[in-house]
């Protein structure tokens, strides 16, 4: 098939696999561990980032290609991939980075602790005052959640719990002269960090902090849970579980009855992946693996503790140095008026927010002020992820019980997320609040709001539209851009969105300024793509640029090489997954593709098209993925004023500077760090902060 494709002289295009891509992308947090410039607790913060995200791609992708592995060969005949081949690809690749982590933590962060007078100390290490300290802490208060099981072979199948931390132990009885020496024997005990802390602080000297994990206070007292044994050995497992729900059928039944009963199996599904302690001898492993039904190919590797999203909780004793410089919030002064003037502020111009380096507070005041404003009368949002204490919620819940009338739409397939979401929309429906979950097929991933208000006997629009969810805890770390308009062109398209999505109808008018995912988003992206195309084909300007968490979708991947090969100069910023590969020769020159990964999550999405000098830019919740495009149902805002384009502008090239936490995405391994032509360094994340507190 290739060699008929050039033989007519079609270019032939090529695809980084997505989750080859993704664990390139996991091992770029992996390297902010191990960047000496990156202060210490923040690098510990880094490794717990890490494993978080790897734990939560076993539980969905690597659990998915190991669903499809089983089917029959007809099935998989149909697939373009070979799951197995692949499945041995991930481990590998996993297998080569957990080595690395666990040389990062021994190696690098344990002696630099120690050049800040912190210990971490196991439990041969211990002075007797700290031996007497974690005995007494063992008895008052981890006996309870301990669970010691001795095991019999072919009797005992102990249940381990997803994602939390084991020990297996081998031991013998402790026998009396005469008797006759019996084989080993094994059991397993529960490390109970979901209920207590990780990390303990142990008596110390003057100007020194020592430390120690829960992990090593248990094995310190594994001979009060099994009397009458010798203990030979211990070493730490965790098993992580397949997290997909498989609601096989979505568009028939009760979809919220199936996500109840789903959830409720979650956490006993299908074993994705053993990690065990690479020193654990053969023998052990091979006894534990029989036990729990393991196979060979679901093991990964790490060092002496597993669990290691725990880190995020690792103490800093109040020495400043071991943090990064805190960039507190700026206060957005424009939105910082008096009750009653904040929809004037927002009718008489645009207002463009960028979080956490702005507070997330202007959101939050105009769902209050919409609440108790008696002019309101009605609102309407999108709920895709939120807080679990949230005034936004509250706020909604207020408007209503002053006969507002609230609209909620609320996504409950948002992945871990679906318990919440239902627990708030049960909340919601109690106090007289319209509720409409979930379309069957598709998830609503639009990050939008809208307040209708009674002005001068008519009816006026105003609108939040973001790239980010509604959720203060994750606008503290999540970098994303909201916007305020009035903007009659955006406000009365989103409320034909809303009456889409509160009526399911399908609009009686076409959308032209917004893009909207499943409507005109495919093809006005294309069009402004092949508009490019023929600007570069006629020896003019043309010009992309793409900031996105992922591209993947290979029918936008095909029409950027196109453009690349007409001359299109396309920069793309891509935080994850990058299925495209950038400066390939004869099929992507013209790309340029680089990653940030620093303090804050890139998570916002932007399009900019240079389309003849009219630098049209648009902003989104929507990545370039088959799951956005084809799955979801997107919403992509332009930014039609002059002033807020350039301040975008001014941070995309910023973004595009950066010569200190960006690393190039290229035909290589894409985690080289990226060199710039300037000699100064240039941080884009600090440069802006920067920028935006001077520009008040």
């Known amino acids: 098939m290739t060699e ?12 980084r696999d997505r989750d080859v891509s993704w664990l390139m992308f996991n091992y770029r947090v992996l390297q902010e561990a191990k960047d000496p410039n990156v202060p210490l607790v923040e690098r510990i913060k880094f490794l717990a980032i890490y494993s978080s995200n790897l734990g939560e791609f076993f539980r969905i992708r690597v659990a998915h290609h190991r669903n499809l592995k089983r089917l029959g060969k007809k099935t998989k005949s149909r697939l373009d991939y070979d799951p197995n081949a692949l499945l041995l690809e991930l481990y590998k690749i996993v297998n080569q980075h957990l080595t690395e982590f666990s040389q990062i933590f021994e190696e690098q962060i ?49 249940f381990l719990n997803n994602s939390e931390l084991y020990l297996t132990i081998a031991l013998k009885p402790r026998l009396e002269v ?17 209920h207590l802390p990780r990390f303990i602080e142990l008596p110390s000297v003057a100007n020194r902090h020592d430390i120690i994990l829960l992990d090593d206070v248990v094995r310190n007292s594994l001979g009060l849970l099994f009397p009458g044994y010798h203990i030979l050995s211990s070493y730490s497992i965790k098993l992580t579980r397949d997290a997909e729900l498989y609601i096989e059928d979505e568009f028939s039944g009760d979809l919220l009855d199936k996500i109840k009963k789903s959830l409720v199996k979650r956490n006993v599904g299908p074993a994705s992946r053993l990690v065990y302690d690479q020193a654990m001898p053969q023998e052990m492993l091979d006894y534990f693996l029989r036990l729990l039904s393991i196979r060979r190919n679901d093991l990964t590797h790490e060092g002496r503790y597993h669990n290691n999203f725990d880190f995020f909780n690792f103490p800093d004793f109040k020495k400043k140095e071991l943090r990064n410089r805190q960039l507190k919030p700026l206060a957005y ?37 919409a609440s108790q404003d008696p002019y309101v009368t009605q609102i309407k949002i999108t709920q895709y992820r939120v807080a679990k204490k949230s005034r936004i919620m509250n706020a909604l819940i207020e408007a209503a019980s002053r ?8 996504e409950v397939k948002a992945r871990f997320d679906e318990e919440a979401n239902l627990a708030w929309g049960e909340e919601m429906e109690k106090h007289g609040i319209k509720v409409k979950y979930s379309f069957p097929g598709l998830k609503v991933h639009a990050k939008c709001a809208l307040v209708s208000r009674k002005e001068d006997g008519d009816l006026k629009h105003y609108a939040y539209l973001s790239t980010g969810n509604f959720h203060e805890q994750t606008a503290k770390v999540y970098a994303d851009f909201g916007l305020f308009t009035s903007d009659e062109r955006i406000t009365s398209e989103l409320n034909r969105f809303f009456g889409f999505l509160e009526n399911m109808k399908l609009p009686t008018a076409s959308f032209k300024h917004l893009l909207v995912a499943q409507f005109n988003f495919n093809d006005k992206i294309k069009e402004l793509i092949e508009f490019e195309k023929q600007q570069a084909l006629e020896g003019k300007k043309a010009e992309i640029v793409l900031k996105l968490n992922s591209i993947q979708d290979k029918e936008m991947i095909d029409l950027l090489y196109d453009a690349s090969q007409c001359g299109v100069k396309i920069k793309m910023i891509v935080r994850g997954i990058c299925s495209l590969i950038p400066k390939r020769a004869g099929m992507s020159e013209n790309i340029e593709g680089i990653s940030i990964v620093d303090r804050y999550l890139e998570h916002s999405r932007s399009y900019y098209f240079y389309h003849g000098g009219e630098e049209l830019i648009y902003l989104s919740s929507a990545d370039w993925m088959v799951r956005n495009l084809h799955f979801r149902i997107e919403v992509a805002f332009p930014i039609y004023d002059e002033r ?3 301040i975008l502008l001014d941070i995309t090239d910023l973004q595009w500077s950066d010569n200190v936490k960006s690393r190039s995405i290229n035909d290589g391994e894409m985690n080289e760090y990226r060199e710039t032509e300037t000699r100064r360094k240039l941080q884009s994340q600090l440069e802006t902060y920067k920028y935006l507190k001077e520009s008040q």
């Open 4 to 15: 008929e494709i050039q033989s007519i002289g079609l270019p032939t295009y090529e695809y």
């Open 110 to 158: 344990i002696p630099e602790l120690k050049n800040h007078s912190i210990y971490l100390l196991n439990e041969n290490e211990l002075t007797k005052e700290q031996e007497r300290f974690i005995e007494t802490y063992f008895k008052e208060n981890m006996l309870p959640y301990v669970q010691p099981v001795l095991l019999v072979q072919n009797r005992i199948q102990p």
């Open 178 to 194: 005469d008797e006759p020496e019996e084989p080993v024997q094994y059991a397993i005990v529960k490390i109970p960090s979901d």
């Open 333 to 369: 002064k424009a939105l910082q008026q008096k009750a009653g003037d904040y929809f004037k502020q927002i009718e008489e111009r645009d207002h463009l927010l960028y979080f956490p380096y702005q507070e997330y507070e202007p959101v939050i005041k105009f769902f209050e002020e």
């Open 403 to 410: 006969g507002i009338s609230v609209f909620v739409f609320i």
């Open 644 to 646: 807020l384009k350039k």
